[in-house]
DNA sequence: TTCAATCTCGGTCTTAAGGCGGAGGAAGAA
DNA sequence: TTCTTCCTCCGCCTTAAGACCGAGATTGAA
């Protein structure tokens, strides 16, 4: 049996999704909480193996509640089961410690799968999330442009798109002078020779 | 119930897959064929719903009954059921009005979900020859740079690499006044502007 | 053979690009 | 406040880039 908290403030929705789990008896649903901090508390209480745990919530939330409960009790799987898949989102998610990201759309197959593999220790990425993962992942391995500046990176990007220092200026509402010292600064920190180079670089780093 | 019929030279195939959809009650085997020619012509004797088609067999290929099949019964689903997934055997399929594309490797499973996709319309197509399909389609789509003659891909791939005309120059033995001409070329062949949206277009195009 | 395409290279000219040095203003940290 | 970073912009200068025009050599097709 796998013992099962489910947190989310929306009633109809946990209810739901406990009614399903319950329909499977390879599940012990041993609590269900309404907010965040609740939740939290219930958790440390409790110690499920899994938990579903929603993200927007009013007290406290997701997030938040994770992070507290990692800290306590690493050894909970908590599962993201949220209806954003914003890099604001996840990323703080991931981070908090959870364990596996679904979101609202999936199936409630899916979501009783995820416990399971969760329950072995096998991570479920929803594929739109994952998708996301991996370009914070690119952005993790932080590269030479992490040492552009906003308005460097900008200018960058509009380099990657073929644009030339006039088009830029006038994009950015800025002195065309101003944007060749941008795209000096760029060529020197990238440690390319020309824009030629920097929008390879830009293509060959993904950043467009 | 859905009409089907089943061709393939090999008869211990043939049966096995008519074996496994005959413990489903929704599919009605009406006929079975071990070459092309005879599947066509039991094809449109019996107009079933849908085929399952092998591609390589001894008497008329699976690709010519396909597209005489269609012809004739152009409401008719063909699946093509193979264990190549070869450009050549991939594309002239689907050309000839293959509905889906599974692979041999397929679970019985998979291929029994195929069938009934097919019957209410939708496509199935085998995630590895998806792949092969999204390649043709890409060059199928000829974009500009099938105008280029040889030695303007060459010069276009070092532009892509951010070469300058004179570091071409040297890599492929030829003059800098030659590079030139290349490249102006390449630009208005291209209709573009300059060497970085060229560079732009490289990647863009995943031609490197 | 004639013709067309391709690759090669030349001259000339204009302009975008980029390096170098300097500098003022705004915002945030120490 | 002082210091630093960043964004903004200036002038001067050199050079790569690219347009336009022409042209010889080779190859292969008609």
């Known amino acids: 049996m796998i013992r099962v908290i489910v947190v989310d403030d929306h009633e109809i929705v946990r209810k739901g999704i406990i009614a399903y789990l319950q329909t499977e008896d390879e599940f012990d649903i041993v609590g269900e909480a309404s907010s965040g901090n609740e939740g939290a508390e219930l958790i440390l209480e409790l110690k499920p193996d899994v938990v579903l745990m929603d993200l927007m919530m009013e007290n406290g939330n997701g997030i938040e509640?994770?992070?507290?409960?990692m800290e306590q009790l690493p050894s909970c799987k908590i599962i993201i089961l949220t209806s954003y898949y914003d890099d604001e989102q996840v990323f703080p998610a991931i981070?908090?410690?959870a364990f596996?990201?679904?979101?609202k759309t999936s199936s409630a197959t899916e979501i009783a799968t995820a416990i399971k593999k969760a329950a072995s220790g096998q991570n479920v990425i929803e594929p739109k999330v994952a998708g996301k993962m991996m370009n914070s992942f690119r952005s993790e391995n932080k590269k030479a442009h992490d040492t552009l500046t906003e308005r460097e990176l900008e200018v960058l990007l509009c380099i990657g798109n073929g644009m030339t220092n006039?088009?830029?200026s006038e994009k950015l509402y800025i002195g065309i002078k101003t944007v060749k010292t941008h795209v000096s600064n760029i060529l020197s920190k990238l440690e390319v020779h020309d824009r030629t180079q920097a929008a390879v670089y830009v293509h060959r780093n993904q950043l467009l």
């Not at 596996?100 to 979101?103: A, F, G, K, T, V």
């Open 65 to 69: 509640a994770t992070k507290h409960v």
């Open 166 to 168: 006039q088009e830029i």
């Open 95 to 97: 981070q908090a410690g």
């Open 100 to 103: 596996s990201y679904l979101l």
